[in-house]
């Protein structure tokens, strides 16, 4: 119940493209959902969150759409960049604990 | 925003060594701090969950007395791998929440740990 899982587990788009990166969720207890982007070798970037009393959550070129009833939520990326190219992450927490429960990874390539 | 560090970026020891990696959230106070391992092409797993002043509370697995965890102030943690064998080689990655925003973590850079 404590897992998200995330797909696709890579993904390719030409420069000026729409990535998209799906997380669904069972632990209706979540209650915060943030992306994360990781270049090699480095750590973790927090890039846009949201929470559940909203369905979208525009930042730049990022966007988060969130579907409660569905427990789903993805990250677009719009007009996306060579320089996007990283794994993205999505996670939940709940509680105040506030632990993170990582999806599995999407390496994205963003082809110039 | 919100910077976490990390010391030291890298570190290759012996096997049967320890060694000590520090995590520092740099402006602001971080009542609590994570650690993470991270394999390469993986997800980052949970090691633990630091409080400042108090023991830390390790996930299942995560064997306490090899990987010792200190939070001394609010705004330093310590992790520390007992007698590191080859296994242990991994990205260690720590993270800090912030006080005031109650749920964003920022994450430090990573250590790369490498035993020989």
């Known amino acids: 119940q404590q897992q998200v899982k995330q797909s696709p587990q890579s993904l390719i788009v030409q420069k000026g493209g729409i990535s998209i990166i799906n997380c669904a969720y069972e632990n209706t207890a979540f209650d915060y959902f943030p992306w994360y982007q990781q270049f090699p070798g480095k750590g973790p970037a927090l890039l846009i969150a949201?929470?559940?009393?909203?369905s979208e959550k525009k930042e730049g070129r990022f966007t988060i759409s969130f579907n409660k009833s569905a427990k789903q939520f993805s990250l677009h990326i719009m007009d996306s960049q060579p320089g996007d190219s990283a794994t993205y992450f999505c996670a939940a927490s709940a509680g105040s604990a506030r632990q993170l429960t990582f999806g599995s990874g999407t390496q994205l390539t963003v082809l110039p | 925003g919100a910077v976490v560090s990390q010391h030291p970026s890298r570190v290759i020891c012996k096997s049967g060594t320890s060694v000590k990696i520090e995590c520092r959230s740099l402006d602001f106070q971080a009542t609590t701090m994570f650690w993470y391992r991270q394999f390469p092409k993986q997800s980052l797993m949970l090691m633990a969950t630091?409080?400042?002043?108090?023991?830390?509370?390790?996930e299942q697995g995560v064997e306490k007395d090899k990987f010792l965890i200190n939070h001394a102030s609010l705004t330093l943690s310590t992790l520390t791998v007992t007698s590191a064998h080859p296994e242990d080689s991994s990205f260690y990655i720590c993270?800090?929440?912030?006080?005031?925003?109650?749920?964003?973590?920022?994450f430090g850079p990573g250590t790369r740990l490498t035993v020989t």
């Open positions: 949201i929470r559940p009393d909203v």
């Open positions: 630091s409080n400042e002043g108090s023991k830390a509370t390790y």
């Open positions: 993270s800090a929440r912030v006080v005031r925003a109650g749920y964003e973590q920022y």
